[in-house]
């Protein structure tokens, strides 16, 4: 007990650094995987993040959640390994190994004691190569994202993102949620798991993220270990969407003290030169928390909400800017109004020059605490492969946001925090539109 005490502390340790001691370098690893390597040696532990393209985009229109799915099935058995001895084989050196499907990339994230890098890399490499989608662990881990999506219908948060992006999207693969339907779950055959695995747990356009006790030689070893045995063919990027974004309230009748609304419209890309200010834009309207206009606005001034944030996000081919918004039944349109209104505003008259200067203050000074551990620094950079920047992005960030000027900044808000652009979704009836509601079908499910 005392040893997996000192473990769980190593994990959680924070390491000593800022952004200027990150040092990133590029790493060649087999054809087809790009690899950054930021080498910390304080502590004798290695964390990686891999992504590979094939996420819920990628599901069959009649199947959503095979990728979840398949993900969720990576550490349930590999190789001559059933899932209770894969299981035990990690746990036994505290390895821990998990993967997860998001939009575009299933994302894998690995985490070890230096002294059992050797094991955990051919853990992981078979948990790739050679996964097993055993009967017995595919109805147990069914079951279990089952019951997992039960508990999200209960949530009206998580409904209405949901409902948001079926609204935004339309016809497009993004419209689907990437944790799947039960209908979608329920008819996945291991067959179709096993095939999708085989399409997209492949080598080209695999980006990997590793921090901590390794150098770059042994490194090269591991990659080898990982990828190579996987297919060397590539998974073609989701196209564009066509038509999405249509402005328009949409309302998804339920039960609840306390509707949520979700909000948003199209945004900058990551690689856009558009981002950088947007994001800094961003912060002083809606992302900056107590000290954010919409917070002063919608909660402390009118008492309409306990919480209400905005945020930049995107991915490969697609970017939103989106919002969410809690109130009663009786206050959550007035919630809704008042943030038009101050969008409108902030497109209008823009910042100020103190708003400015806070939100430099703030988002330089934090970004350090996105880079205090090895875990961190490989989930912050494999983000940033996987959005297209180059691997100096760490030492150029701040600098960029110190170079945002006021005048970008009214630019920003003028260009995209447009009210009339907006798609909103509530979960939830407003007491003013219950009768209205009643007499007709939801338009967002």
């Known amino acids: 007990m005392a040893m997996r005490c000192l473990i769980a502390a190593l994990f959680a340790i924070l390491l000593p650094v800022t952004a200027n001691a990150i ?37 069959p229109t009649d199947k959503p959640g095979l990728a979840s799915l398949m993900a969720s099935l990576l550490d349930e058995g590999a190789g001559d390994l059933a899932s209770d001895a894969f299981k035990q084989a990690l746990e036994s050196r505290a390895i821990r190994l998990s993967a997860s499907a998001e939009r575009d990339y299933i994302v894998v994230s690995l985490s070890t004691l230096k002294e059992n890098a050797d094991e955990a890399f051919r853990l992981t490499a078979l948990a790739l190569a050679h996964p097993r989608f055993d009967a017995e662990a595919v109805e147990r881990i069914r079951a279990a994202l089952l019951a997992a999506l039960k508990q999200e219908e209960e949530d009206a948060g998580t409904a209405a993102a949901k409902a948001w992006y079926a609204a935004y999207f339309g016809a497009h693969p993004y419209a689907r949620p990437s944790s799947g339907t039960p209908a979608g779950i329920s008819a996945i055959r291991i067959d179709e798991i096993k095939n999708f695995a085989a399409d997209h747990v492949v080598r080209g356009g695999i980006k990997v993220a590793v921090s901590g006790d390794i150098t770059e030689v042994q490194l090269k070893r591991y990659l080898q270990q990982l990828f190579t045995p996987l297919p060397a063919k590539s998974v073609p990027v989701v196209a564009r969407p066509a038509d999405s974004g249509k402005p328009g309230t949409h309302m998804v009748p339920r039960d609840e003290a306390a509707p949520v609304a979700v909000f948003g419209f199209p945004g900058p890309m990551r690689a856009d030169p558009d981002y950088i200010p947007a994001f800094v834009t961003n912060y002083i309207l809606g992302g900056g928390g107590f000290s954010a ?75 350090p605490l996105t880079l205090d551990s090895n875990a961190k620094i490989a989930r912050t950079l494999n983000g940033y492969q996987r959005a297209g920047l180059a691997a100096d992005y760490v030492d150029k960030r701040n600098a960029l946001i110190q170079a945002v000027t006021l005048a970008k900044v009214n630019e920003m808000a003028k260009k995209y925090y447009d009210p009339s652009r907006l798609v909103v979704v509530i979960a939830g009836t407003p007491a003013a539109a219950a009768a209205a509601a009643a007499q007709r079908p939801a338009a967002a499910r």
């Not at 370098?25 to 891999?50: D, F």
């Not at 606005?297 to 009118?302: C, F, H, M």
């Not at 930049?312 to 939103?320: C, E, G, K, S, T």
């Open 23 to 59: 040092t990133v370098k590029m790493v060649q690893g087999p054809t087809g995987v790009e690899t950054w390597l930021s080498e910390e040696h304080a502590i004798p532990m290695i964390a990686v993040n891999i992504s590979f393209p094939g996420g819920s985009a990628y599901d």
């Open 293 to 367: 206009r919409l917070m002063d606005q919608v909660r402390d001034k009118r008492g309409l909400t306990y919480g209400i944030y905005t945020s930049l996000n995107d991915f490969r081919a697609a970017a939103i800017i989106a919002g969410q918004v809690q109130s009663e039944k009786s206050k959550i349109l007035t919630a809704i109004d008042v943030t038009k209104e101050e969008m409108a505003k902030f497109a209008k008259d823009g910042a100020t020059a103190k708003e400015l200067a806070d939100a430099k203050t703030y988002l330089t000074g934090s970004f």
